[in-house]
C-alpha cells in the first residue's frame, strides 16, 4: 500500500502543474487583464474578515471575468477595471473563527453576496462598456446551500462575470463574427 503513495502523490502533483500550465498558456495568448480594488467600506469590512480573503476574492473576481471574455474577439490592449462596493461572507471566515470560538463554520450563515462594478476599456482607456451587478439572497433560506464562506459572493462574481462577457461579446468586432 505505500509503494502507491508516491504515484499518487506524483499524479496529484501533476495535476496541479497541469492547471498551473493552462493558467500560464492563458495569460500568455495576450487576454485582456483585469485589475480589482475595492470601495473604501469594503475595505473596512475585509479587515474583519482577514488578511489573505481581499487576495482571494481579487483572484476570483479577475479570472471569471477574464475566463467569460475569452470567447469573445476583445481588442487587443483591453482592460477591465471592477471595483468591489460591497461583499459579505456567507459563512464565516477563517479570520471571524479564529476570533470568536462561539462561531460554528457550518451553522452560523449570515446574508453573504457582493455588489460589483466595473468597465471595459479599450487600449486608450476610453470605456466600451460598464456593468454594475448587486446580488445578496434575500433571506437565509435563499442562500447558497455551498459550506464556502464566500457562497453567496461567488454567485455574484459568476452573474457579474456572465454580464461582463456578454459586454464583450456585444463589442462592435463580435457583431459581425457569425
Not at 23 to 51: C, H, I, M, N, W
Request: proline residues 7%.
Amino acid at each position: 500500500m505505500s509503494t502507491s503513495m508516491p504515484f499518487v502523490r506524483t499524479l496529484i502533483a501533476a495535476s496541479i502543474l497541469g492547471s498551473f500550465a493552462a493558467v500560464a498558456t492563458l495569460s500568455a495568448a495576450e487576454s485582456p487583464t483585469a485589475t480589482v480594488d475595492f470601495s473604501p467600506p469594503a475595505q473596512a469590512k475585509l479587515e474583519r474578515y482577514g488578511k489573505g480573503e481581499s487576495a482571494a476574492l481579487q483572484a476570483r473576481i479577475a479570472a471569471a471575468v477574464v475566463s467569460a471574455c475569452s470567447k469573445a474577439k476583445v481588442p487587443a490592449g483591453t482592460t477591465f477595471a471592477i471595483t468591489v462596493l460591497d461583499v459579505a461572507p456567507t459563512h464565516p471566515t477563517r479570520e471571524q473563527l479564529a476570533d470568536d470560538p462561539a462561531l460554528d463554520p457550518v451553522r452560523t450563515r449570515y446574508l453573504g453576496g457582493a455588489d460589483l462594478t466595473g468597465s471595459l476599456r479599450d487600449s486608450h482607456s476610453q470605456v466600451l462598456a460598464t456593468v454594475q451587478h448587486r446580488y445578496f439572497p434575500p433571506s437565509l433560506r435563499w442562500r447558497s446551500r455551498s459550506f464556502d464562506s464566500w457562497a453567496d459572493a461567488n454567485v455574484a462574481i459568476e452573474q457579474f462575470a456572465q454580464q461582463m462577457g456578454a459586454a464583450c461579446r456585444r463589442l462592435p468586432g463580435n457583431s459581425t463574427a457569425g
